[in-house]
């Protein structure tokens, strides 16, 4: 099974960039430095959770699921009570929401308070206790 270094590094090649670029990509949103060097100790050692998890999926373009997990959750079946504009299921809300608003993010200018104020609020919902 795959673990959250492996995809990062398959993610990573597949955009071609090097461990490099990607920290100075993740800086960038972070507004502080990440090294090569950490982005080295992830792919190496498998199943890290770093604390910029959140801003790592955005720059590869992949859901936090995804990135954590290995997996991509499926909208619910037709019939199911799915609100309008339903991005995508999981059995844990908060995943639910950070999914939506790793979709939101996309559309956000860069760097712009509305950015900055939803990655705050994904942090914070990252760090929240299961049900």
Sequence with gaps: MATLGDRVKQKRISLGWSQAELAARVSK??????????????????????????ELAHVLGVSLSW??????DQ???AGKDAPAGFIGHSSEPSQALL???????YQ????SAEEKAVLTIMRHLKKQPKP
């Design 108 to 111: 956000m200018p860069e760097g």
């Design 99 to 105: 999914d939506m608003l790793m979709e939101q993010i």
């Design 75 to 77: 909208p619910p079946a």
């Design 29 to 54: 949103i972070l507004r502080r430095k990440v090294s090569q060097v950490a982005i080295h100790h992830i792919e190496s050692r498998g199943n890290v959770s770093p604390r910029f998890v959140v």
């Design 67 to 72: 990135l954590q997990h290995g997996r991509e």
